[in-house]
């Protein structure tokens, strides 16, 4: 599994952000997610005060994206060129690190020419800057265009991933990205793969006040996952926790990073409690029927709860 970082910098300070790391490196973890814009640069700039001095940089696989600009749920994207290799030299900096090893841009932009978003990507591998490249939230056919389109000529770097909302919640790229990325060889990186915290099961009874939702820049975040439809799937979710004696989150952990093509779920916690919890689905092998019904009751197509 990968560590997400979105919360460092904001709802979690330095020293969870350490505790964090220290655990999630011990654990055998190597992938560290962030991105330019989490906390308009705070993340990156924790991430950074660590590596090297909590633990070393050769031990770590360090993501991070560009593209978007500006607070949380009000980012701007931009990913020319020019805004995209200044955030890199930006993201550099604030890592304090030579290069990247993997950087992703953030978001599809149709205002931007695709070979000119991508071009970013090749000189950056060129340069140096990063070992290699990604493409985040590109819908089925834009992340085929882009695969394609990295493949020709072998003049170009070759896309490895894409990271994508993938959760017992949201299962929508199966549709289309899913099967685009095992065609291209690309690795999935889902985001959010507790369905935005739902599928912890905290919001059963209501919003807990040190939760997500409880939040002002992240309750919009999670209410779509609080609807009827979702609350089936949690209820079906925490009926085979029980089962197995296991927290719920642990489940629809193990059940995406099971997934076809899914290459690392991105974890994602405010406190190092969270996190050890999370890290517990390593070793969670759910069983074939579990893993059915979960299937059914998530299914895109199933029948409404009556």
């Known amino acids: 599994m990968a560590l997400g970082t979105l919360s460092w910098g904001r709802d979690t300070d330095e020293h969870e952000a350490r505790v964090q790391l220290e655990e999630f490196v011990e654990h055998g973890g190597t992938l560290v997610d962030t991105a330019a814009s989490y906390g308009e640069g705070a993340s990156e700039r924790v991430l ?11 031990e770590l696989v360090i993501a991070t994206k560009a593209g978007r600009r500006g607070p949380f749920g009000q980012d701007v994207t931009d990913v020319s060129r020019k805004a995209l290799l200044d955030q890199l030299d930006e993201s550099l900096d604030r890592l304090d690190v030579d290069y990247v090893d993997l950087w992703q841009v953030h978001t599809w932009d149709d205002g931007t020419p695709l070979d000119e978003t991508l071009g970013a990507l090749d000189y950056a591998v060129a340069s140096g800057r990063a070992r290699y490249a990604g493409v985040s939230n590109y819908a089925g056919w834009q992340t085929a265009w882009a695969a394609v389109h990295q493949t020709r000529a072998g003049e170009h770097t070759r896309l490895v991933s894409t990271q994508m909302e993938y959760s017992l919640v ?36 209501g919003t807990p006040a040190d939760s997500r939702a409880a939040t ?35 489940v629809a952990l193990a059940w995406v990073r ?49």
């Open 216 to 250: 002002p820049h992240l309750a919009g975040f999670v209410d779509r996952y609080l609807d009827v439809r979702s609350r089936q799937i949690v209820e079906a979710v925490c009926t085979a926790a029980d089962g197995l004696g296991v927290q719920p989150l642990q």
């Open 170 to 205: 949201q299962r929508d790229i199966e549709d289309e990205v899913v099967p685009a990325a095992r065609q291209f060889g690309l690795g999935i990186l889902p985001w959010s793969p507790l369905g935005r915290g739902v599928l912890t099961g905290k919001y059963r009874g």
């Open 258 to 306: 099971d997934r076809p093509g899914v290459a690392a779920p991105i974890l994602g916690a405010r406190t190092a409690r969270q996190l050890t919890t999370q890290l517990a689905a390593e070793d969670l092998e759910l069983p074939d029927e579990i893993r059915a019904a979960l299937d059914d009751v998530s299914a895109p197509d199933a029948p409404p709860p009556s």
């Open 48 to 58: 950074g005060a660590l590596i090297g001095t909590t633990i070393p940089r050769t």
